[in-house]
């Protein structure tokens, strides 16, 4: 068992419509009242339309909310953004910053996600880092200095180190039903709290990349592991559920 607390995120990325989505999110709270106390902290990362009607929804349970991005800046002219002193307002407590996903197909540098990570803290928010190489990267045994490098230059200069948790999820185990090997994750995860430095025994870092109920006793067998960022299996409560439980 990890000496630190566990954390379980999930990331519903762009599912979830307000029917829908409201149902996940009481049957998750229900589950999580009915086990509490927990012995692990369990998030949820709807999108963004559904984030005021789930925070009403699971207020008082203990199941915390989380965003997917948002802007670098507090305010301003910015159409269609997000900042993350607005996902605050909401109850937010966790923001998911810099996923693949974004980094690709938004073209989001370790520069941008940095000043992302600055915003959130700023707004009270814990920052999820994600960071994971490509399939070619794996293939050129360069991983270890791809994930040091991008966890490096995606901190913040006056990052507070008590707001940041580190998601080490490979790009090509995403959605995929590939996987690194536990002790892979193990060899990343150590090169990730070197990378953090001093603060790096004491945080939270997580695995993702297709976490499933199947695989995920496996991966938190490991102490290394401090919980998981589940993608797909997260839109299903029964499934996100089993998977906590996992971490025990
Ligand atoms: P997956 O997604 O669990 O569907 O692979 C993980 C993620 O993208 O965070």
Redesign the pocket.
Known sequence: MSKRRRLIVG?WKMYGRLTSGLVLARDLAEMAQKHKPLDFDMVICPPATLTWAISEAIAGAPLMLGAQDCHTATHGAYTGDLSAAQFADLGCRYIILG?S?RRSAHGETNEIVAQKIEAAQLAGLTAILCVGETAEQLASGTTADIIANQVRASLPEKCRMANLVVAY?PIW???SGQQPSPSDVVAVNKVIRKALGEAGETMQILY????SPVNAGNIMAEPEVDGV?????SINADGFWAIAEKSR
Do not use: D
């Open positions: 990331n996923h996903e999820e185990a995403i959605g993702g990349g297709s976490v960022l589940v993608g797909s299996a």
